[in-house]
């Protein structure tokens, strides 16, 4: 009997690549699934911060993915090699800060190093042809492959009949007849596989979790940016604080970071040895985090602003407790900003 073959599924958490890794499993082929943290994609964090949305599982969709379809799943930390692709993309960037050409050429040349360092024979993507506008083009899908190193060992089972044929089809590792022709943005043809493979639960509508896609998630990244006189460096607290509460400056040295809802406020509570924190002691009301550096006048504006969300937004006077990141604590007294006196300029 022949050695059986070894390939390794790059999967994001939706059900392209779920489709993908299932189409080869059922050609006989060893499939293991490999993810690749960036920071970026955590979508089931931000679920179970939020109180919203309940009903909603919380879940690491590719963790999921791997469990429904019994693979085993490599969860690979890059975020630091991740920042070339993000702050200096070669292709440029999509309609926001998604570097989706270079970001998708880097995880496949990560997995031609992981197939090689691991034995494994080939590589296979959720990639669809037209699909997304920025990198998954026909005329991008042989710049992936080249570019990223991977070449004919890269397989794309659901639009292989539209791409000539790679070394796994050649060698009858897989036969190219059982691969599948979906092309465009209509996601029927995947239902209907989904379905016909008995699969009736997955991301909706994609299992596009980057938050590099989001307009409200880049404008919050680049001031982020500015705020350190154009530097284009982060850290993972930075991109994690990045995707909860209100972020409002009033001024170029420091904004303010107001909790949405009290799970977003139990995560912020968790930065308070990092951040000047403030809470109202008179009324109820939210969390907030005050990044950059501040004065006595920046505080009280400060304050404020976090006294308008809270429960004594209508009230003369609002007490609320400063807390420094060493613990020492003060309190002072303000009156809530007036709707009309928050500028809309101020809110990122």
């Known amino acids: 009997m022949s050695e059986q073959k070894k390939a390794v599924a790059l999967i994001s958490g939706g059900l392209d690549s779920m489709l993908a890794a299932k189409t080869v499993m059922d050609q006989g082929v060893h499939v293991e699934g490999i993810n690749f943290f960036t920071g970026f994609c955590v979508e089931g964090h931000t679920h179970a911060i939020r109180g919203q949305n309940k009903a909603k599982p919380k879940r690491n969709n590719a963790l999921w993915v791997a469990e429904q379809l019994g693979i085993k799943l490599h969860i690979v930390d890059v975020i630091e090699e991740y920042k070339k692709v993000l702050i200096n993309p070669k292709h440029g960037y999509g309609a926001h800060l998604n570097p989706c050409l270079d970001c998708k050429i880097f995880m496949v040349n990560k997995a031609k190093q992981w197939i090689s360092e691991n034995g494994f024979d080939f590589i296979i993507t959720g990639e669809v042809i037209g699909q997304r506008p920025m990198s998954q083009r026909k005329w991008t899908m042989p710049i992936i492959a080249e570019q990223s190193g991977a070449d004919d060992l890269l397989l794309r089972p659901l639009c292989a009949k539209y791409l000539p044929e790679t070394l796994p089809e050649r060698e009858g590792w897989v036969d190219r007849e059982k691969l599948h022709d979906i092309t465009g943005r209509s996601r029927k043809p995947q239902f209907a596989m989904a379905a016909a493979m008995g699969i009736d639960d997955f991301a909706q509508p994609a299992g596009g979790c980057c938050f590099l896609t989001d307009a409200s998630y880049s404008a919050k990244l680049v001031d982020l940016w500015k705020s350190h006189d154009g530097h284009k460096d982060y850290e993972l607290d930075d ?110």
């Open 239 to 348: 991109i994690m604080l990045l995707k909860v509460g209100r972020h409002i400056r009033p001024k170029q040295n420091f904004k303010v970071i107001v909790s949405r809802e009290e799970g977003e406020g139990r995560f912020m509570e968790g930065y308070k040895k990092d951040f000047i924190s403030l809470r109202a002691t008179s009324h109820t009301g939210p969390w907030a985090l005050i990044d950059g550096n501040v004065d006595a006048e920046d505080i009280y504006t400060a304050a404020r602003i976090v006294a308008r969300y809270g429960h004594g937004k209508d009230a003369e006077q609002v007490d609320m407790v400063i807390m420094q990141p060493d613990g020492s604590e003060r309190e002072i007294h303000v009156k809530p900003f007036a709707a009309d006196e928050i500028p809309q300029a101020w809110f990122i």
